[in-house]
């Protein structure tokens, strides 16, 4: 009887693990695939035009509900805008600055030293005006996720009209192909011609997707450029100097064989 016992236990442990992992591994979602970016390997780089097409999704759809609060507008300039342009975009919003002589805050046009400004006062106003679901901020979105640029780009072109037979959504809930759990708040935010590109770019979803990924992908890592130059000058530093001391042990030791 302990026997059988024991059986059953270990039985209802496997049940119950097995169930869970399953549990699991559904609400993981489909696995992206993998994108061909310009800025992947050791060499690689941002595409200027990409991240200036990105930029412009960005303002145009995103920043109606995102806010990109770790950026400054001066940092534009490194996507390849001028100064003027990104002084002209600075103005564009208003922040809060002071206090004045009187000790009263003040609304001002943004400068381009100021970071970005995020589209609602708080979070209960975010949590309002989006049915209780609270927009992330995108600064750091490709790091901050499995898969990073990948899964961003699978998110963006992953919406399905009808999920599949058998699967139903809660109310104002969207079905994602790779979107964990598949169920998502926020309805689809791109489409074919979602913009006009000034550079004549026929604006496709994938297109869209693909440029504002790229900008997402710089505004989370900005450095990276410089940092994969550094890296490449460390790395030709380090031979020049493994061959200068090999050379100098050849020349010690010559005499001792």
Not at 65 to 72: E, I, M, N, Q, Y
Not at 74 to 84: F, Q, V
Not at 99 to 112: I, K, L, T
Not at 188 to 209: I, R
Request: charged share 20%.
């Amino acid at each position: 009887m302990k026997k059988i016992n024991a059986i059953a236990s270990i039985l209802a442990v496997a049940l119950i693990f097995g169930s869970a992992v399953s549990s699991a591994t559904a609400s993981e979602g489909a696995k992206p695939h993998a994108q061909d970016w310009s800025f992947n390997g050791i060499f690689g780089t941002f595409d200027r035009g990409a991240l200036q097409r990105g930029y412009q999704v960005y303002s145009e759809v995103c920043a109606a509900c995102h806010a990109l609060r770790l950026l400054s507008y001066r940092n534009l300039t490194a996507i390849g805008l001028s100064p003027d342009q990104v002084k002209k975009i600075a103005a564009e919003f208003e922040v809060t600055d002071g206090p004045n002589d009187e000790g009263e805050m003040f609304q001002r046009p943004a400068r381009p030293s100021d970071r970005f400004v995020s589209p609602f006062a708080n979070e209960n106003a975010a949590r309002a005006s989006n049915n209780g679901a609270l927009p992330p901020d995108l600064s750091l979105m490709t790091k901050a996720r499995k898969g990073g640029a990948d899964y961003l780009h699978g998110l963006l072109t992953g919406y399905k009209e009808e999920p599949p037979a058998g699967v139903k959504l809660p109310e104002g809930m969207n079905y994602n192909l790779y979107f964990p759990g598949n169920q998502i708040a926020m309805a689809p935010p791109l489409a074919d011609d979602a913009v006009k590109y000034a550079d004549g770019t026929k604006a496709t979803l994938d297109q869209v997707s693909s440029d504002v990924t790229t900008f997402l992908a710089w505004a989370a890592e900005p450095e990276l450029e410089e940092r994969k130059r550094l890296g490449i000058k460390v790395m030709l530093f380090l031979l020049v100097l493994t061959g200068m001391l090999y050379a100098l042990k050849v020349s010690i030791w010559k005499d001792q064989h």
